[in-house]
């Protein structure tokens, strides 16, 4: 009985989670500045859209192959790397462009911006514009 009872406590905790990880939405723009458009790839580029928690630990990745801008986005379920972001959590979302395919070390001639302020999960019309290099 008390298997029973314990692997029904498993499934609902187990839905709960499903249920959290499948409502996670985020989406928006990626543009480039008017003064480093001369400076974006043309060919083997990766747009990496990135949502961080209030901690800094990224929760969610998008990878654009060879973007054409202004480039939307759209963070779903498969792009979280956390499996449970609380509908409330604050996140920042920021976007690097870059050649040599590496999302976690900014490299010189990377191209970076973020959106302003935090969003929530759920958020669409998030707006990045690649504003600096690295």
Not at 3 to 23: P, Q
Not at 31 to 56: C, H, Y
Not at 63 to 92: Q, S, Y
Not at 103 to 118: N, S, V
Request: aromatic fraction near 2%.
């Amino acid at each position: 009985m008390r298997r029973a009872l314990a692997g029904a406590a498993l499934a609902v905790a187990l839905s709960g989670c499903e249920r959290m990880i499948s409502d996670f939405r985020l989406s928006g723009t990626v543009d480039v500045s008017p003064a480093l458009r001369g400076r974006v790839p043309r060919q083997n580029a990766m747009l990496f859209i990135v949502a961080k928690n209030e901690g800094g630990v990224p929760v969610a990745v998008e990878r654009i192959v060879n973007p054409d801008f202004p480039a939307p986005f759209e963070m779903g379920p498969a792009d979280l790397l956390v499996p449970a972001v609380r509908n409330r959590e604050a996140l920042t979302v920021h976007a690097t462009l870059n050649t040599h395919g590496h999302m976690d070390a900014p490299r010189p001639g990377d191209l970076i911006g973020e959106a302003a302020g935090t969003v929530l999960p759920g958020a669409g019309g998030v707006s990045i514009v690649l504003e600096r290099t690295r």
